[in-house]
């Protein structure tokens, strides 16, 4: 959530701090539009093709791995993110103003919040996943189900509506000057209420999420170096290894987009009225942070192998052929002709999105 006029919380991590509208020129100016414009688009279609290549392997019955349901949730979250960025353009070139309803302003504020922190703790759970399955391979293998992962999932959604519960009680309207409204969240006590609300969510979705990944990835790259137990076979390690960078690269485009948007945050509770450079900085930071959420679905694609080939699988059309077969009955010679599916003969399915360790990783 971004600040304005110094009092109020408006959706949407925009409105140029506390300089409100004021600064209205540059709000309205094509540059920030077309940007959330291109990420929302492209954002839209690569977590859309990842849901589609993840579920398309799941219809034709290879089994879900516990890297899937991460990445597959991590999807919905960045894809529910990205739907709220149309309303947020609509504020842009609205100049800040809300033509909604208060309903969909309460929806719309909770669905933006809330997508935020269950990715965050998504990201938290797949860094210990990835711990288990570096450090602890067999012994907890037990632990590390497609099962025991949809729990963890559930968890995390549920865990975070409670964390959004201020959002859910304040969102609402606020007139502005010229007899239009804006959407925010109107904290009782203005001074006071944004100052802990800052504080709350920096910790709750960034800090502490923060210090435990880099915590366990420490501890991973520990063991890695100093480890002198027997080894896995080595397919094993090679794809533990491919599916750990994976979850590194993805917790540290987070992190990156992220921290500038926090740390504006904390800037700004000591800035009663920001410069034009202040603003401007804030609104990089806000696009780098709806960035994340395009650029996963890429990350992808760059570094594994097998979700490229699952993907072209997944759009490509059955491909078919027809094989001639003589046969001899009777002394009379025929030919019979039958179609044969050419993709699944060819090459089996594979057992996982991401390129992982065998099953049970």
Known sequence: ???????????GYFNSTTTGRSNGALHCSAILPIIFGIICFLGIMGNCIVIYTIMKK????AKQTVPDIFILNLSIVDLLFLLGMPFLIHQLLGNGTWHF????????????????????YILTAMTLDRYLAT???????YIRTPCVAALVIGLVWGLSLLTIIPV????????LSD???????LLPDTVTDIYWFTL???????????AVICLVFFKILQHMSTSVAPLPPRSLRVRTRKVTRMAVAICLAFFICWAPYYILQLVHLGVQKPSRAFSYAYNIAISMGYANSCINPFLYIVLSETFKRLFLR??????RKFRVNPSTTDNTHSVSVRMVPEGPRLEPVSGEMMPSNMAPQ
């Open 58 to 61: 799941t219809k034709c019955r």
């Open 101 to 120: 309803g208060a309903a969909m302003c309460t929806v719309i504020t909770a669905l933006d919040s809330n997508s935020q922190i269950v990715s965050t």
């Open 1 to 11: 959530m971004d600040f304005s006029n110094g009092s109020n919380v408006f959706f």
């Open 314 to 319: 997944a759009v490509r059309p059955v491909n």
């Open 168 to 175: 859910w009680m304040y969102a609402g309207l606020m007139p």
């Open 179 to 185: 007899g239009l409204v804006a959407c925010a969240l």
């Open 135 to 141: 450090v602890h391979p067999i012994r907890f293998n």
């Open 200 to 210: 709350y969510q920096f910790f709750l979705a960034f800090a502490i999420p923060l």
